[in-house]
């Protein structure tokens, strides 16, 4: 089960971290990643983060204002959100992948399981 937590109001330029909590002992055996929906929009990938934190993938939308990060032992991932932009404004998910292999260009299908998800809206 995954939960995320962290999202709100706020202003164009300013921060949130979102957080998703993991229940069961395997976390740290998953690929983390975000993704996030705007209303009439699909579900974009946001970021990724390999299971060792070897690896990172952003999209290009949000390199250099977002950093994904993971804590094994608090089964917890987060996304850091800086110099948010009204186009930021979705409801966030995070997600868990089984598979080790890291992709370029992730996709929803790319992932086994997803949280319910926490708004953020960015108000200009």
């Known amino acids: 089960q995954l939960v995320e937590s962290g999202g709100g109001l706020v202003q164009a330029g300013d921060s949130l971290r979102l957080s998703c909590g993991a229940s069961?002992?395997?976390?740290?055996?998953?690929?983390m990643g975000w993704f996030r929906q705007a209303p009439g929009k699909e579900r974009e990938f946001v970021a990724a983060?390999?299971?060792?934190?070897?690896?990172?993938n952003y999209a290009d939308s949000v390199k250099g204002r977002f950093t994904i990060s993971r804590d094994n032992a608090k089964n917890t991932v987060y996304l850091q959100m800086n110099s948010l932009k009204p186009e930021d404004t979705a409801v966030y998910c995070c997600?868990?992948?089984?598979?080790?292999?890291?992709?370029?260009?992730?996709?929803?299908?790319?992932?086994?399981?997803w949280g319910q998800g926490t708004q953020v809206t960015v108000s200009s």
């Open positions: 997600a868990a992948r089984s598979s080790q292999i890291w992709i370029s260009h992730f996709r929803t299908d790319h992932f086994d399981y």
């Open positions: 069961g002992r395997t976390f740290s055996s998953y690929t």
């Open positions: 983060i390999s299971r060792s934190i070897g690896n990172l």
